[in-house]
């Protein structure tokens, strides 16, 4: 059972309006511990030009400095040799050789995931979606938390990730509800799976309650982690 799309929206925060106004990708786990940010220069510190092909006509190029290589910045999208946006200077990406960026295509629209640092806050997935090769809008979505698992049994697997980091609450290590969000992802399409995010939170929570963070209810800590997807 796939969310409707009105509900689809409301799970995504627009960040930029209209520009005009592999079979399924698996996803690793990637909560690692941040990395503070340092004021780098080339001086100290050389840049490092990139490259990556996603497909035959779309690439990304940008650079990142050769002490933090994991943060990559300037962004550009190639689209058929030309380049057809590039994010602010400021935003920094993560790239690991095993996940991230991610291309969906389905001919008429393209959609790039790349994980966008937001540190000290929980990283999250900024959608950039194509039209004609022109930059339609950006949205995003949490960051898939681990590994997709096929928990509805539909023969698909589902990406798992929840509105913010869980943080512990009192001494006894109970903390709020922090719901579970499903995602499928093909090579044509990102969808918000209802279904499976209802299993995965009565699985969890032993009840689905709502789709937003209520810290009025409280869950042992342990039990919860336990219960994950």
Do not use: H
């Amino acid at each position: 059972m796939k969310i409707p799309n009105i509900i689809l929206i409301l799970l995504v925060i627009p960040i930029f309006g209209s520009c005009k106004n592999n079979n399924k990708t698996e996803i690793s786990n990637q909560s690692e511990p941040k990395e503070e940010k340092s004021e780098l220069t080339d001086s100290n510190c050389p840049k490092i030009q990139f490259k990556k092909e996603l497909s035959p006509n779309i690439s990304l190029s940008g650079f990142y400095y050769k002490c933090e290589s994991l943060w990559k910045q300037n962004i550009e999208f190639i689209f058929n040799g030309e380049k057809v946006y590039k994010t602010d200077s400021l935003n920094e990406y993560q790239f690991k050789a095993y996940s991230f960026p991610v291309l969906i295509n389905d001919g008429e629209l393209s959609e790039i995931l790349l994980e966008r640092d937001d540190r000290p806050l929980k990283n999250y997935l900024e959608v950039f979606r194509f039209k004609k090769n022109v930059l339609d809008s950006i949205y995003k979505i949490p960051f898939f938390e681990m590994e997709p698992k096929d928990i509805d049994d539909d023969g698909i697997k589902e990406y798992y990730a929840t509105l913010e980091m869980v943080e512990l609450l009192e001494e006894n290590g109970n903390i709020g509800y922090n719901p579970i969000l499903a995602y499928e992802i093909s090579e044509t399409k990102l969808t918000f799976d209802l279904n499976a995010t209802k299993i995965a939170n009565e699985k969890t929570y032993d009840q689905f309650y709502v789709l937003k963070i209520d810290n009025s209810l409280k869950f042992n800590g342990n039990e919860v982690q336990k219960n994950w997807p």
